[in-house]
Structures are given as C-alpha cells and as structure tokens.
C-alpha cells in the first residue's frame, strides 16, 4: 500500500509486525521518502492548509476541531505532523500547535518551508506517538491526518498516550484510511472496485527487503476495532466522518481516486472527547 517505488523493489506480503519492528520500518521510511512525498503533494498540501485526507476535506469547512474562532490560545498537538502543514494553518487561527512526526527528514520539510528557521509559531518535536514526551493534560487539542495510527501495531497505546496528555474537556480528532479498502485492492482504477481479500483479516501489510527485514509497515484495524480503541483508551466517540468524494477534486493520490471516491469511502475521521472540565 505504500505509494513510492524504492531503489530496490520490496516484496510486499502480508505478515505478523511487531511494534518495534513497524516503528523502525516507518521512521526509515519516511527519512527515505520524505522528499518525494512533498515533491508530489505538497502542492495539493499546501504550505498551511489543514487536509484531513485525499478527498480534501478541509478543516476550515469542517471544524472537527471545533470552530475556528474558539482555537485562539488553545495548545494542539498534531501527531504525525509531516511538514507541519496543518499546525501552520493551526498556528495561523492563533492556536499554540506542536507539531510530533518520527521522521527526521519530514521535519526538515517543515523547516524548509518555514523557511529555515524556527519562528516560533509552530513547535517542532522529533518522537514515537506511543511515547510522547510531554506531561499529562498538557494539550487542549489533538489532531492527527493520517498520521501514527495507521503505522502502529498497538494503536491502544498511541490513543492512550494522547489521552494522558489532553486536558479534561479536550479533543482529539484523526484521520485513517477507511478500513474496507483492505478488502478491495489498492488501485485508482476500476482493477480496485472488486474484493479481493477478506475485511476482516488484520494480517499487517509488510513490505520487506531480500533479507527479510520490514522496511514499510501498515496496520489494518476494522471500523470495530477502531471503536474499540478509542473506548478503550479512554476517549469516548463523538462523531465517525466518512468525508465523500467532491466534484472539484480531479487528482488521483495512489489507490484514491474520483472513481472510487464516488462509490466506496477512502477516509474515516474519528472525533473523541476527554469528558470533563
């Protein structure tokens, strides 16, 4: 399911993942493909735009976080933040975001489109989601676009980290692929319309090098599962968002494409809250 052809091709299976073995695989992943993820959709990104996924669904429009006018002075972790792009449009609303990404390189971007430097609008925090080093209810926020979560063996304890960190009355709002893509394969065109695997088999997707080792991992968890987790790690479930494909949007990003779009879902957006105030 990755979108970046490496020098040497991996062979993509279907295997058990550890979690430290996925954590590895991502960060080395993203160090290596970092660039070519920018070149080729940092356009559609933006420099300070909030995207929660291909279908490009804007936060502006959306306010899953809540209206923009109330995220004046609101501290925001984003988690997985890439080139910081959201937490630029977060900072942009006068919100205090910190942008967490395990990849060295994706941050460089950040800095690079900040122009070099630290401008102090945007706080830019080099870590693995499941440890985050921040105190507890340090955060009024938490967004996350397609970020972790997907890449993680044991989701439970990202979402748990999250909650640690969250003031009572909080948010937390990510994006995931939509779990029944793992039954249909991963192509824009009609070749990906007819199931080809079972929903239900939670096997992770591996791409591997010859000597074995993972060098990409992704993680399929059901909209159950998903659920799930988030009860399970203390949140509990406001709003499920699958956002449908807009007439505007022409471009094809991997296996999302206007075709599919417009008949099965791509995105699924959990919005949960830390009871409380």
Known sequence: MSQYAMD???????????????????????????????????????????????????????????PAAELKGRRVLEIGAGAAQCSRWLAAQGAFPVALDLSHRQLQHALRIAGGTVDGTVDLVEADAGALPFRDDSFDLACSAYGALPFVAEPVQVLREVRRV????????????????????????????????????????VEQDESGRAVYVEHHRTLGDRVRDVVAAGFRLVDLVEPEWP????????????????LIPGTAIFVCAVDGA
């Not at 007439?247 to 417009?262: C, D, I, K, M």
């Open 8 to 66: 040497n091709e991996p062979q993509a299976t279907r295997r058990d993942a550890s979690d430290a073995e996925s954590s590895r695989a991502s960060r080395g992943w993203w160090d290596r493909n970092a660039d070519e993820y920018q070149r080729e959709h940092g356009a559609f990104l933006g420099d300070d735009r909030f995207v929660w996924g291909p279908e490009g669904l804007d936060e502006a429009n959306a306010a899953l976080l809540g």
């Open 166 to 205: 969250l003031r009572p009355g909080g948010r937390f709002v990510f994006s995931v692929t939509h779990p029944i893509r793992w039954a249909f394969p991963d192509e824009p065109g009609p070749e990906g319309l007819s199931v080809a695997a079972s929903y239900f088999d939670r096997t992770p997707y």
């Open 247 to 262: 007439e505007w949007n022409t471009q094809e990003w991997g296996g999302w494409s206007p075709l599919r779009g417009h």
